[in-house]
C-alpha cells in the first residue's frame, strides 16, 4: 500500500465518475460567482463615479467589508448565518436546489465583487478625464459617455489584474467544500477516503487546479491581446 499507485484511482470508473462531476462542480461555482462579480463590479463602479457623496461612501464601506473579512468566514456566514434566517418556504426552495452551491456562488461573488471593483477603478484613473468631457461634447449622456466611451477603456487597462483576480477566485472556489458543495476538493477528500490513496489524491487534485489554472491565465493573456488595439492590429 505504500507503493505509488495513480492507476488505482484513475483507473477505477468510480472515482473518475468522482473527479468529473467535482470538476464540474467547480466551474458552476467558479463561473457562476466570476458572473455575479463583474455584474455587481460594474455597477459598484458606476455607483463609484455617479454624482453625490453618498454612492461612493457605499461603495467604500462595501469594499473595505468584503477586502478585510476572510472569504470564507463570508461562506460560513452564508451558508449557516444568513440561510437560517430565511423564511422556511425560501429554505425548502434552496434545499432542493442544491443550496450549498447557490450560497457558495453569493458568498464568492459578493467578496470577488470588491476586488473587481477596484481593479476597474484603477483602470478608469488611467484613462484621460478629457475622454469624458469630449463625449459629453459630443452629446452623450453620462451613463452613455461611461457605458461606450469611459468602461470599454478602463476595462481594457484592468485586464491584467482582473486576470490575476479571476485566477484567485477559481482557487478560492475550493473554499466551498467547507458548507458542503460536491466541488474538486470535496471529490477528493471522498475518493482518499475510499481508497486510502492520500498522497496520489492530494497530488492529482494540486495537477488539476495547477493546469485549470494555467488554462484560465492562457485565455486571459488571448482576451487581453485581443482587447489591444495596437498588438492586435499588428497580429
Known sequence: MSNFDLSEILGNPEYVSMLLLGIKMTFVVAI????LAMALALLLLGLRYAP??????FVTAYVSYHRNVPTLV???LWYFGIFTLMPDPVTFWLNDHNAEA???????GLCQAAYFSEDLRSGMRAVSPGQMEAARALGHSYVSAMRFVMVPQGSRNALPALINHSVSLFKNSSLAVAIG???LTYAVKEIENLSFRTFESYLLVTVLYLVFSLMIM???AYVARRADPVRSGSA
Open 32 to 35: 457562476g460567482s466570476w458572473t
Open 52 to 57: 453625490g457623496p453618498v454612492g461612493n461612501a
Open 74 to 76: 463570508q461562506l460560513l
Open 102 to 108: 447557490i450560497f457558495a456562488v453569493i458568498g464568492l
Open 181 to 183: 458543495v460536491a466541488e
Open 218 to 220: 492562457a485565455l486571459g
